[in-house]
DNA sequence: GATTATTTTGAGCGATCGTTCAAATTACAT
DNA sequence: ATGTAATTTGAACGATCGCTCAAAATAATC
């Protein structure tokens, strides 16, 4: 997993797998059928980890707005050091993979899920209050996904933190400024209806 | 230029080239002195009418703010049929190619361009007073870019035009609701003194 | 029109790609 | 200890990778 995330799909030999894993060819066809299942394994690896940690984050936090609000800040903290790479793995592998195919409908099934994840939370503030009724919480959750994308982008430019705090302190305040503002009152009839 | 916005540059073949360009492989390295080099120079036409699509549609509007709105706006307009990819081509190449590198820092130094781009914008717009003298021009025209970032990437989603039509909506919001309110007033204390 | 410079050609280079498979090895059951 | 099943090994496959270069074709110059 560590290897596809940070080289991604292509760039990723399977001289590279064998000393990773420490396996000869025969073997890890033995295990997984091809390099695209592997790819695959580590896609559904990837996914449930970050999933986890995010429910995780999010079920620990009394206020499921202000988890969110964190988690942005964290983001602030990308390290090329820590992990393997800052970005997030569906989206390097969402952009590497053809236009269409089975591995994107299976990248966009997990990205669905993780908006998901995100959506429940944002449902789990209206329902303490955090936010108001009206609010498109589906719509909403979107939204946070895309500055999610924005942000480990910009991440990999490895600026200077400096910036990269500021940046992601603006974006959380966006959320932070939810609440109190009927942000979404215009738009959000358009949807209505529906 | 075409074929390396879409595919990418690792599944991007010199066979695939050969045909695109109607060029035997000599003369492709008698053009351009390698695979890489080629790449560069296809990312160099990209950024530059990239960064003239953007000025132009500044410059054509009286309001600056405006035309970044509209900029977002438009971006749920991002169809697969029309361009070789919706998603950003610099951004596709920044997460493909490796951590450290030359061609790493070719691809940043374009997104700066852009991002300056944006910044002279922004500061065109505070001349023409929407916006406050407070707010960090700099500061926020990444928050713009991290913005299209984001959703150029959700674009590749491909979902139902609806909501990708109100994700650019709310995002575009973001960018009107700024002139009234005080929104970077609070964290843009923290980089004032430098 | 002859001569020189430039460009194009395409076969083919060594390397590496993902993958296979018979043989060797290890683990397990009796 | 013996036989059987499961696993690992690593050489080697055909295909393709990016790339080279002598020869052929074309353009330019006088």
Redesign the interface.
Known sequence: MTLFW???Y??TSLKDLEAALNMKPGSIYAAFHSKEALFRATLDRYAGRMTAEMQAMIQSSPSPLAALQRHLEGLSELT?CSRP?T?CML??S???V??DGDLRSFI?AH?DRVEQVIGAALRAAQAKGELPPSVDTA?LA??V???????K??A??ETDP??MH??C???A??IG?LPQSS??E??QS??AG?
């Open positions: 940070a080289k991604g292509h760039a090329p790479s970005a989206v390097k969402l952009l590497e053809p236009q966009t990205l719509r979107r939204r996904q895309t500055y999610i994308f924005g942000l982008v910009q990999q430019r400096q910036r500021d940046l302190q603006d974006l305040a966006e400024r942000s979404t215009g738009s358009e949807t529906t």
